[in-house]
Structure formats: C-alpha cells, structure tokens
C-alpha cells in the first residue's frame, strides 16, 4: 500500500503526499481486515476438514487456495476482486496456521515438539523478513511489477510445498483415527527412522493406539464444537485465547500490517 505502482491501480493521485499518489483508509482497513475474516473462516473449516482429508491433504488443498488467491490479485485491477483474493488468501492462511502445527505436534515425539513448535515460529519470523527484503527492492518499480513480483513469490512457495507435502508421510495418529493401523506403523517407521529402534517404536505405536480407545471408550473421538467450553477442555481454550490475545495486544500485528519505511511514506 505504500508502493506507487499499487496505488496508480487502487489509490488517486495525492499532490501533497510524498509520493504523489495515497490511498483510501477504508480500502487500507479492508485490505488488512478481509485477510483476518478469511483466516477465521480457513481455521473453522480446517477441523472437519483435516478429520476427513488428513493433515497432509489438508496442506495441499491450502497450497492450492493460496496460488489462486495469488492468481486472483495478480491479474486484477478491481479493487473489488482485490477484496476476494485477500479473503481466500486468509482462507488459506487459516488452514495453513492450523494445520501446519497440528501435524508438527502428532509426528514428533513428545521430546521434541516444543523443539517443533519453536522452529515453525522461527520459520515464520525468516519467512517475514525475507518477504520484506523483497518488497523493499520491487518498491523501486513504479508499474504493477512493484507488487506482482512479491505475490508471484507468493504463488511460487506453496506450488513448492505441494510438491514436498507428497513426499512426507501423514499423521500416524490421524490414520489411527481412521482405522488405517497398518498404515499408520509404517508412516511412524518412516518418521523415527533409524534413530529409534524397532522397540521403542513399537511401544510408541502401542501408546497411540491405547490413547484413541480411551478416547472412543469416553466418547471424546469425535468431538464437537461445544465440547470446547466444556468442563476440563474450557480451561485449555481459555489458555488458548490468552495466549492469541497477548500476542495480538503486544502491537507486532498492527506493525507488520500498517508499517512501512518513511522515505516511502504515503502520509
């Protein structure tokens, strides 16, 4: 939004900025905005859709949704189809969030997924700065190029992962779930390798087995929505909602949206 290129499409020209050119704060809330509400639609639609498709599938199809979300803002000029793609962006950047640390969590080993955890965060701080050090040299172009290198690279990293997803096998515990046991010993085989042996996968493979019994013997295999606010379960959503509530009160979010360089500022 601070890019001459982009507002010559989607702002007017503004003799007393900077810049010559500004843009609209309500097309500049909605921008930001429509990528929230479709991340909030991505994360709802993310739970009965991974139950069904698998975590890995679930990953594929938010690859697809952010290259046509990519696609879509590309090739428009209509500041209206520019909304849409925002909205199927943050589609996809739902189940992605969602999903991505889901199976991070079911495929490590109890050791390890805080290690996992740290790392995916870590991944998005580099994913960050990297996409910044892009648009801050597409921002010399003046034409639509200033914007559509950045969202080509944008399409470009999840055709990537798409392919890489088909490589990785799916979640033991989700295949479990399904009643594909064979399946799921050999997908856990494949994760510990030959750094665990023969035994301690087997006694692995025994504990997640014991726990979705336990689950369906108290009913808890096939959850629903409610059941978050519910006795024991309310306390980890609460948590939960602290914990996003935190992270979204410290300001970092309302920098990375609305934070750009001063010598190109549109103000």
Request: include cysteine; proline fraction near 4%.
């Amino acid at each position: 939004m601070a890019m001459v290129g982009f507002l010559k499409v989607f702002g007017y020209p503004a003799p007393n900025s900077p810049i010559g050119w500004n843009i609209s704060t309500v097309v500049q809330q909605l921008i930001t905005s429509l990528m929230v509400i479709g991340g909030v639609g991505g994360s709802l639609i993310q739970g009965p859709m991974s139950s069904y498709v698998g975590r890995r599938r679930s990953l594929q199809l938010a690859c697809i949704v952010c290259i046509v979300a990519g696609a879509i803002m590309i090739s428009t000029t209509s500041v209206g189809a520019l909304y849409v793609g925002r909205i199927v962006l943050g589609v996809a950047n739902g189940i992605f969030i969602t999903t991505a640390q889901m199976y991070i969590v079911e495929i490590l080993p109890a050791n390890l997924r805080g290690v996992g955890l740290g790392s995916y965060a870590m991944i998005i701080v580099i994913a960050v700065t990297i996409s910044s050090v892009i648009t801050r040299y597409t921002n010399l172009y003046t034409s639509r190029l200033c914007y559509q290198i950045p969202l080509a690279v944008l399409m470009g990293v999840p055709a990537i992962t798409f392919c890489l997803a088909q490589l990785c096998p799916e979640s033991p515990r989700w295949l479990i779930t399904r009643g594909k046991d064979e399946e799921a010993r050999k997908a856990l085989i494949r994760l510990r390798g030959s750094a665990y042996t023969s035994t301690e996968i087997a006694e692995e493979f025994a504990a997640m087995q014991a726990h979705h019994e336990a689950e369906s013997m108290a009913g808890k295999d096939k959850p629903r929505f409610m059941d978050m606010f519910k006795g024991t379960d309310r306390r980890r959503t609460v948590l939960s909602l602290c914990a996003v509530a935190m992270h979204a009160g410290s300001g970092s979010q309302f920098l990375i949206n609305y934070g750009i360089p001063v010598k190109s500022s549109i103000y």
